[in-house]
């Protein structure tokens, strides 16, 4: 099983629509981002959380919101989708630890189609 | 701001070729540095990193040199596989503290032709 779960992995909707993706990890760790990755910009964040209570928000959170439900649940809502909101969706974990540049573990995406 | 640049891609190479995907940065302070790779349908997954000047970061075959005269974090291999064909980000991690948060590269896609 995957450390880092995205769910859905594919996900089409309309202009207007509310939308949750989904993100679960098993690796433990306490921190989670949301990326979005567009081509030719790499991947912006969007939000991120160092633990249940200390959410913040990242360079384009703008027409986004997200809920930390607990350590190993991390989720991001489109309370009201666009279409340049298109994107290839990515969530991420990394350890706390002691070494200040800890790596972090990508979800395989969710490719979202706001039509 | 703070921000890292790529070279534009895609790069197209034979295998056996040799490989350089060149990578600068702009940050305030003394960031460390990171190669990550995205295979097609999969996220990215580190490939190297290096925390200070001088560092060398090696994985699989690629190594980068953090040079901080030249803002430089440039990814090489000498022989290329068809399997490295997948899109290389270089990022940074901006100090101080202990945040995590990583500031990416536009990215760059590697196609090795057998």
């Known amino acids: 099983d995957a450390d880092v779960t995205q769910t859905p992995r594919n996900r089409i909707t309309k202009t207007g629509k509310r939308i949750m993706l989904e993100c679960s990890q098993t690796?433990?760790?306490?921190?989670m981002y949301w990326y979005r990755q567009d081509p030719g910009l790499g991947l912006r964040l969007i939000y991120y959380?160092?633990?249940?209570?200390?959410?913040n928000k990242g360079e384009i959170s703008d027409g986004y919101s997200v809920s930390r439900q607990a350590q190993a649940k991390f989720s991001l809502s489109l309370e009201s989708a666009i279409p340049n909101q298109t994107a290839l969706y990515f969530c991420?974990?990394?350890?706390?630890?002691?070494?200040?540049?800890?790596?972090?573990?990508f979800g395989d995406g969710t490719r979202l189609s706001i039509l | 701001g703070d921000s890292v640049t790529q070279m534009e891609g895609p790069v197209t190479l034979s295998e056996e070729a040799f490989l350089t995907i060149n990578c600068t940065y702009t940050?305030?302070?003394?960031?460390?540095l990171f190669w990550y790779v995205q295979y097609p349908g999969e996220g990215l997954q580190l490939l190297l990193k290096?925390?200070?000047?001088?560092d060398k970061g090696s994985n699989k075959g690629f190594e980068a040199t953090y040079r901080k005269e030249t803002t430089s974090f440039h990814l090489e291999k000498g022989s290329v596989q068809v399997s490295d064909s997948a899109v290389y980000f270089c990022?940074?991690?901006?100090?101080?503290?202990?945040?995590?948060?990583?500031?990416f590269g536009q990215g760059t896609t590697l196609q090795v032709k057998p």
């Open positions: 991420a974990t990394s350890d706390r630890g002691t070494d200040s540049n800890q790596p972090q573990h």
């Open positions: 690796k433990g760790h306490d921190r």
């Open positions: 959380s160092f633990d249940v209570k200390d959410i």
């Open positions: 940050a305030t302070g003394y960031p460390s």
């Open positions: 290096a925390t200070k000047a001088d």
């Open positions: 990022a940074l991690s901006l100090p101080p503290g202990n945040t995590g948060k990583l500031i």
